[in-house]
């Protein structure tokens, strides 16, 4: 019991603390705009347009809808545990289509995932190679007789969705900092959303 309240502290604390963080990140955003800020950051016409591609990334990866998809498709990890039963003599009928039933729903959350990112530009195309994010998180749909190929497709739409996402998040946090470093914030005391300066005529 003890543990449990522990968690449930640590996620309280890690909620308030996420909470912060997205007020402090969209008030330096906001901040872009301004006339007077732009004057004091290089190339803040550029970051703005950045920040719009990096967060309409960032909202599509997030969406609820497209992690339910990634989830599933994740689900399909399932078949590393059921395939660690297959020994060297064949398996079972019953663990046969247990395999089968978990290629089908990973296929069909991979298909899920590619059609729904399919109209999201890839924020990163020097890095990572495709135009839009469905063939970055989705590269290739596996057959349903390709059991390895489907996990290891699984495992890297995880994964890369992840990496995207964190990748959005740390290029907009640095573009966050040189907000505030031009503003005269403090930069890394974790207080709550300060107020917007005023800018004299």
Known sequence: MEHAGALADAQADLEAFDKLVRRRVRLALSLLHHPKVKERIPGAGTNLKRSAELLGALGALCDPVRRGARDTALSGLDLIGALAGVSNK??????FKRILKLVDVSIVALQHMREIMATVPNPFPMMVTGQTIDVVLVPRIPGREEVSEVID?????GATHVELADACVGELVRMCEAVEDAMGFARGVMIDAPAPPRFED
Do not use: F, N, V
């Open 90 to 95: 064949r398996p079972s009928e019953e663990l």
């Open 153 to 157: 497709a699984t495992q890297h739409c």
